[in-house]
Nanobody
Framework: QLQASGGGLVQAGGSLRVSCAAARRTASSNAMAWFRQAPGKEREHVATISWDGGSTSYTNSVKGRFTISRDRTKNTVYLQMNSLKPEDTATYYC?????????????????WGQGTQVTVSS
C-alpha cells in the first residue's frame, strides 16, 4: 500500500528527493512520516507532516536541510534532502499514521513502506 522510490547514491553536500505513494484510503486523512534506519542502529524518526500539510516536524539533525511535503491529489509524500552528509546514509521508510496529526513514535504509525536506500559518500 506504500511504495517508496527515489533513493540512490549521492556525494556529501548533494541533494536527493525520495517519494512515497500511498493508496488513497490509507493516507488521505492521516499524517505521514519518514523514518530511517542505518545498519546496526534503531529506526529513527526523520520528519512528519499532518494530514493537510499544515504542520510539519523534524528531528534536530535534519532541521534546515530536509523538507517534508505532500500532494494529497496524488496521495504522495516527499522528502527533499539537501546538504546531505554521510551520516544521513540509511534506508528510508515512509509511514502512515493512525491519526490526522502524529508525532515521532513508531507506534503511532500503522502502515509502512518497503524502504528506499540513501547512500551519501564522503
Amino acid at each position: 500500500q506504500l511504495q517508496a522510490s527515489g533513493g540512490g547514491l549521492v556525494q556529501a553536500g548533494g541533494s536527493l528527493r525520495v517519494s512515497c505513494a500511498a493508496a488513497r484510503r490509507t493516507a488521505s486523512s492521516n499524517a505521514m512520516a519518514w523514518f530511517r534506519q542505518a545498519p546496526g542502529k534503531e529506526r529513527e524518526h526523520v520528519a512528519t507532516i499532518s494530514w493537510d500539510g499544515g504542520s510539519t516536524s523534524y528531528t534536530n539533525s535534519v532541521k534546515g536541510r530536509f523538507t517534508i511535503s505532500r500532494d494529497r491529489t496524488k496521495n504522495t509524500v516527499y522528502l527533499q534532502m539537501n546538504s546531505l552528509k554521510p551520516e544521513d546514509t540509511a534506508t528510508y521508510y515512509c509511514a502512515v499514521a493512525l491519526k490526522a496529526v502524529a508525532g515521532t513514535g513508531r507506534d503511532e504509525y500503522r502502515y509502512w513502506g518497503q524502504g528506499t536506500q540513501v547512500t551519501v559518500s564522503s
